[in-house]
């Protein structure tokens, strides 16, 4: 079984940016499907972002145009770079995978607070 493992959180004030990253330890990282989601308190965990295996992206409405996923399946590693952020995207970030054979692992989830 896959394990991911976020890291890039923090504290950034509102306009900033913060980078994300998720790494994997599978050997076959290039065939999985990799997303970035995110659970604010008493609110649904929600889609933000992901790619496909074959490095196709896409974007929740409210973060297009602000975020932007990439993977380097050398690194088994995907990334999200998170640009002129808001508060209300304060969250605890989460990675998940889903692949062949009915994969579907998450990370422990990073923090990401938006705040002055």
């Known amino acids: 079984q896959v394990q991911l493992v976020e890291s890039g959180g923090g504290l950034v004030q509102p306009g900033g940016s913060l980078g994300l990253s998720c790494a994997a330890s599978?050997?076959?990282?290039?065939?999985?499907?990799m997303d970035w989601y995110r659970q604010a308190p008493e609110k649904q965990r929600e889609l933000v972002a992901g790619i496909t295996s074959g490095g196709k992206p896409f974007y929740a409405g409210s973060v297009k145009g602000r975020f932007t996923i990439s993977r380097d399946n050398a690194k088994n590693t995907v990334y999200l770079q998170m640009n002129s952020l808001k508060p209300e995207d304060s969250a605890v970030y989460y990675c998940?995978?889903?692949?062949?054979?009915?994969?579907?692992?998450w990370g422990q989830g990073t923090q990401v607070t938006v705040s002055s």
């Open positions: 998940h995978a889903s692949g062949p054979q009915g994969l579907n692992t």
């Open positions: 599978l050997s076959t990282f290039s065939t999985l499907a």
